[in-house]
């Protein structure tokens, strides 16, 4: 029984095989509109989410399975003090998946150790957010023709985004590579990813504080929301939320072909101006998820 608790629990093939999927299903969905006939996908969400979540639903349905969970950790049990141990237990009687998400890092992964059906971290505090990978490579993937080669940009909370913190684990792996890390010194990324993953893997990469001197260069810019959930104090976070504005002006010093990718929820750092830019793909990207995550549950099912 496999999990997915980090984009590295999948090779770099396994990963192009899973896109490859995701592809066919995106051209042919009624090819497999029947091929989760009787089962169930249970989601656990102990944190807010729309897209996360919905798309799970969205996708086990558009399989023919079946869904069922809870939205919040305040209308399950764990309001009673149940553990995520025991809650799997009784998850893993009830469904044959769950995607689970969790404000503590490494909840998923000791759901994991508890369970008898394939977990999915959904997102586990500020540590790592696996189908947003996917959701993220498979973008670049479908509207770059591969991934490799490029030059991405991550701007915004670099310290506290988990989607962050996965896309860099995931990417590399893949050729010619170049980060340019676009944050506010309080929100640079964490040490660990700077030295045990880009220094240990020599990967090119830039710091910078300002978006415009990163822009011309850039091939994908990932823009990310300021975490206000992962801050300790709120004038701290209403002091950082601004710092990062993409509108049209700034666009001007952006490539014809660059592409603007967001995991979204966005609150200010992308003007809704830019949305008809036919560089911004935040929603085109939302919308892939459910397809690499209709992927996702067939692989760990063992049905395609
Ligand atoms: N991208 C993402 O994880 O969105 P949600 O928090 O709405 O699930």
């Known amino acids: ?53 919905l798309s799970f639903e969205s996708a086990m349905l558009r399989l023919g399975g ?89 701007c915004g909370d670099l310290k506290f985004g988990r989607t962050v913190h996965s896309l860099i684990n995931a990417l590399v792996r893949y050729p010619d590579i170049t980060f340019v890390l676009i944050s506010p010194e309080e929100l640079k990324i964490p040490s660990y990813l700077r030295e045990d993953v880009l220094m240990a ?33 709120e004038e701290d976070y209403l002091r950082m939320k601004g710092f990062y504005i993409l509108d049209k002006e700034k666009l001007t010093l952006a490539k014809e072909d660059m592409l603007i990718l967001h995991p979204l929820p966005r609150v200010n750092e992308i003007s809704v101006e830019v949305d008809d830019d036919p560089r911004a793909v935040y929603f085109k990207q939302a919308k892939k998820g459910v397809f690499i995550r209709q992927a996702l549950i067939l692989r760990l099912l063992e049905i395609a």
């Not at 890092?105 to 696996?130: F, Q, Y």
């Not at 189908?131 to 490029?150: A, C």
């Not at 020599?202 to 992962?230: C, G, N, S, W």
């Open 1 to 53: 029984m496999q999990h997915l608790m980090s984009p590295m629990d999948m090779t770099v093939d396994e990963l192009e095989d899973l896109m490859r999927l995701a592809e066919s299903i995106e051209s042919d969905p009624a090819k497999y509109a029947h091929a989760c006939d009787g089962r169930i996908l249970a989601t656990c969400f102990y944190e807010p989410s729309t897209r996360t979540r």
């Open 66 to 154: 079946q869904v069922l969970g809870f939205a919040d950790a305040d209308s399950s049990s764990a309001a009673k003090g149940e553990s995520v141990s025991d809650t799997i237990r009784i998850v893993s009687s009830y469904a044959d998946i769950c995607a689970m998400r969790h404000p503590k890092e490494g909840a998923p992964l000791v759901a994991s150790s508890r369970s008898l059906i394939p977990v999915i971290n959904a997102g586990d505090g500020g540590h790592e957010h696996p189908t947003q990978t996917l959701t993220d490579l498979y973008t670049i993937h479908s509207l770059k023709g591969g991934i490799g080669h490029l030059t991405i940009g991550l």
């Open 201 to 233: 893997n020599h990967i090119p990469f830039t710091e910078v504080e300002k978006l415009e001197d990163a822009m011309p260069d850039l091939d994908i810019l990932y823009m990310t929301r300021v975490q206000k959930e992962r801050f300790f104090n």
